[in-house]
Nanobody, 129 residues
Framework: QVQLVESGGGSVQAGGALRLSCVASGNTYPRACMAWFRQAPGKEREGVAGISVGSTATYYTDSVKGRFTASQDNAKNTVYLQMNSLTPEDTAIYYC??????????????????????WGQGTQVTVSS
């Protein structure tokens, strides 16, 4: 079992920035696929960024490329999502997810929520215009 706890959400104005954190505990592994998803009211959950734990590989959905950056601190079992130039369209609950059955994210699989058995509770991000 892996437990994930997100933090760092909040309310900002358009153009602002936030950094989300996701701390993993339990049966963590030095290599895995982790991802950030978000879900806005009335919309499906979508993959925002994927990160291969233990490597430098990161993946992003088109709408956040150049604005969001996923990173990791393996010593702290923590992954981050730095979000810059936020827009109201980024308003959603953001979730951290982990798949420890894989040693890395591959292709577009990181963006499929069904591939992730472990989820955090989510953190709200609200961007006002």
């Amino acid at each position: 079992q892996v437990q994930l706890v997100e933090s760092g959400g909040g309310s900002v104005q358009a153009g602002g920035a936030l950094r989300l954190s996701c701390v993993a505990s339990g049966n963590t592994y030095p290599r895995a696929c982790m991802a950030w998803f978000r879900q806005a009211p009335g919309k499906e959950r979508e993959g925002v960024a994927g990160i291969s734990v233990g490597s430098t590989a990161t993946y992003y959905t088109d709408s956040v490329k150049g604005r969001f950056t996923a990173s990791q601190d393996n010593a702290k079992n923590t992954v981050y999502l730095q979000m810059n130039s936020l827009t109201p369209e980024d308003t959603a609950i953001y979730y951290c997810a982990a798949d420890t059955s894989r040693v890395a994210c591959h292709g577009s699989s990181w963006s499929n929520s069904r591939n992730f058995p472990y989820w955090g509770q989510g953190t709200q991000v609200t961007v006002s215009s």
